[in-house]
């Protein structure tokens, strides 16, 4: 797991809202982009490069909100949503994931998460969805 930013939520300076957000995803480039995209927001950004990492990661920053690519091949999305609620009991999961965008939706509520975000939507669409859910 490699640190960008942590500390207490709060706000951002700008006179908007900070939250802890921990990325999941075993993708280098795409935890880049959403890093680089949430911190550009004033949100504290925690990275962790695996899914087996993910609940030890949100045990130790307890974040408000979890994104994870948790559909691909061989992954069980629903006992990595349970394992980081498990963890961070607080935190809300939101699946950003490159699955099929139709059945995306409907697997991470099944999942347990809060909402989903298909990847070809882009860190925009990450945004967007966040200033909806702390809104």
């Known amino acids: 797991m490699s640190t960008t930013v942590q500390g207490m939520a709060g706000t951002d300076g700008k006179g908007g809202y900070s939250v802890r957000l921990l990325v999941v995803d075993d993708c280098p480039d795409m935890r880049f982009l959403l890093r680089l995209a949430l911190t550009g927001q004033g949100h504290q ?14 045990a130790m920053v307890q974040p408000e909100v979890v994104i994870l690519e948790g559909f691909g091949p061989g ?7 349970q394992a980081i609620l498990l963890a961070s009991p607080r935190s809300r999961v939101v699946m950003f994931s490159a699955a099929d965008p139709h059945s995306l939706g409907a697997r991470a509520e099944a999942a347990g998460a809060v909402a989903a975000v ?6 925009g669409a990450v945004i967007d969805l966040l200033d909806r859910l702390l809104a």
Not at 75 to 81: P, R
Not at 118 to 123: D, E, I, M, R, S
């Open 45 to 58: 950004v925690t990275e962790a490069c695996a899914r087996s990492g993910a609940a030890e990661a949100a």
């Open 75 to 81: 992954l069980d999305g629903a006992g990595v949503v």
């Open 118 to 123: 298909p990847k070809l939507c882009g860190p």
